[in-house]
């Protein structure tokens, strides 16, 4: 359930994407109608409809998130606070001056938003947030925890730098594809590498089982 809530803004933006993608003039009128006030100037064109659609719908997806973690009484983490943020701005921005740029500059923020949070809480507090998370499953030594955490840095630098460089070099329909696609098989080659990397590591009994 709770992978499900994680990856529904993500899923919502892409067919609301694609969707508008595929008929924009109807979705320029459609966002025109509906969200026009929210909108500077109240018209939307068919080139800027997709994204703004899109826009909307991933805003209200991460806002229900919260909701439904908060009815729930689960703790809300602070990714997630710091996603709502992020897309509440930025998306706010996009929504207003009709520019996708904004709503592009998100998924590198969060990314960002992550590596500087792994790296303050070691290096500031002593606190490894990758050995906090894992370290109830796995007994590793403290310089190998130290060395996962330096990897999750570089690696969620790296992907604030790969968003940038996908959103700024090709068309928002390609930026929409490696943000669901891209990112998801990147976090997927890295997790096994991780992996791979924790096979040579562990005691001989936890890599036996």
């Not at 064109?45 to 229900?64: D, H, I, R, S």
């Amino acid at each position: 359930m709770k992978l499900l809530l994680d990856f529904l803004p993500l899923i919502l933006f892409f067919i609301a994407f694609k969707g508008a993608e595929g008929n924009p003039d109807a979705a320029a009128a459609f966002a025109t109608q509906h969200f026009g006030f929210l909108v500077q100037g109240g018209v939307v064109g068919p080139k800027e409809a997709p994204v703004l659609l899109a826009t909307v719908v991933v805003m209200l997806a991460t806002l229900a998130q919260a909701a439904i973690l908060k009815i729930r009484g689960q703790k809300i983490d602070l990714m997630l606070w710091i996603s709502l943020a992020l897309v509440v701005v930025l998306g706010g921005a996009t929504i207003w001056f009709h520019n996708e740029t904004f709503i592009k500059w998100k998924p590198t923020g969060l990314y960002w938003a992550m590596a500087l949070t792994l790296w303050i809480s070691l290096a500031a507090f002593g606190k490894n947030l990758i050995q906090a998370m894992l370290g109830a499953q796995l007994k590793l030594p403290d310089a190998i925890w130290a060395t996962l955490n330096r990897a999750w840095v570089l690696f969620f630098a790296a992907m604030g730098v790969v968003n940038l460089y996908v959103a700024y070099n090709f068309s928002t329909s390609a930026w929409a594809n490696f943000k669901v696609f891209g990112v998801t098989g990147l976090i997927l080659v890295f997790t096994v590498a991780q992996s791979v990397y924790l096979g040579k590591h562990l005691p001989p009994e936890e890599d036996s089982q």
